[in-house]
């Protein structure tokens, strides 16, 4: 998710009369500031490229630095959007934050193939119940 605050909105595109009369789109241009999750981070980095392919003018900065990070920020108004890998509280959309849901994440469990229980593992699989387990006892 991102995550993104509406105090001071800075339309991205604005429009202009003409000579002929008929509005015209000004480019956009300066510096879009981002941070937050660092599993969106490698997303963003390639939104900015293909973003700055169709508008050169624009530039980023993106920090990643963690989903609380990007909520604080956005709120803060130290970024234009925070990168938020979380559900959005009511209490930060009550400061003005909202969010637009942008992909899906997904956790992956890994084994090394010299595990002492691999064998079990690829029988067995593994359970919610196992990752409950295992995250508990981590200090």
């Known amino acids: ?44 980095l390639k939104w900015s490229e ?5 508008h050169p003018g624009a530039n980023f900065d993106i920090q990643a630095g963690g989903a609380g ?18 559900k959005i509280a009511a209490s930060e959309e009550e400061k003005g934050a909202y969010w637009i849901s942008v992909t899906k994440d997904a956790v992956v469990p890994t084994a090394n193939k010299n595990n002492p229980v691999i064998a079990q593992l690829k029988a067995n699989g593994i359970k919610r119940i196992h990752l409950r387990i295992y995250t508990s006892m981590k200090p």
Do not use: H, W
């Open 50 to 54: 293909e973003y700055k392919k169709m």
């Open 1 to 44: 998710m991102l995550s993104g605050c509406v105090d001071n909105p800075n339309p991205e595109a604005q429009t202009t009369p003409s000579a002929t009369g008929t509005p015209s789109v000004k480019e956009p241009e300066g510096t879009i500031r981002v941070s937050g999750a660092f599993a969106l981070y490698p997303m963003m």
């Open 69 to 86: 990070k990007g909520m604080t920020d956005a709120l803060g108004g130290l970024v234009d959007i925070g990168m938020v890998s979380r």
